[in-house]
């Protein structure tokens, strides 16, 4: 007893609790907020004007203000103002979501430009639809040149997913203030909470690259 290791072996079961459900949001939130945020970059790519306009305004929206404030309004404001009520899991997963679909889609539509303009030009003159060549051709591409742009993201939401630990989901944070001041110790919980969030995104930064490698392998650009 003393040490910070003894220390986090005797909590440990709190620590574990709390990152099954760090996983679980992180995991979720960008599940869900890739396939929003495709959808939010097609619409921004779509040529029609109210379609824009409206990918425009969700992005700004959910980039420009603070995710804390968002998951307090889907939490407490709309149960307050709508009666619209959620769990506070389905209130973390709700906000990470959304709010990593408006950065994903503009990773999206980066990557959507970002393919050759022949490719569609192709397609087309062989006489596909646009829209067949957007499925089958560029997004696929588009998807695979902004893998390393999901993976960061990834990262980002498993820090930033700490932040549901402020409406009382038992995350990895959650647990760290719980050990916090069941101990009286102001140090240790939250070294070792950081150690803990360090090691998960160094082993998902490490799973990446050899995804991107495993994935460039064959590739002649
Ligand atoms: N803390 C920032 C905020 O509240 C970070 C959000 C970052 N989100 C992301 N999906 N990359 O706005």
Redesign the pocket.
Known sequence: PGNIFSFFWKYRGYYADGVQYTLLLSAL?VLF?FLIGLLIALLRLSGVKILKWIAVAYTEVL?G??????LLIIHFGLASAFDIKFTVLQSGIIT?SL??S???AEIFRAGIQGVDKGQMEAARSLGMPRGLAMRTIIIPQAIKSVLPAIGN?FV??IK?SS?VSFIGVADLMFQANAVRTLTYSGLYPLVIAACIYLIMTLILSKLLNVLERRLSAGDIR
């Not at 203000?65 to 968002?70: A, F, Y």
Request: no cysteine; proline share 5%.
């Open positions: 939130g907020g980039r203000t603070p995710m804390l404030v968002q990470l709010n990593s408006a950065y994903l993201e980002v939401i930033e932040i």
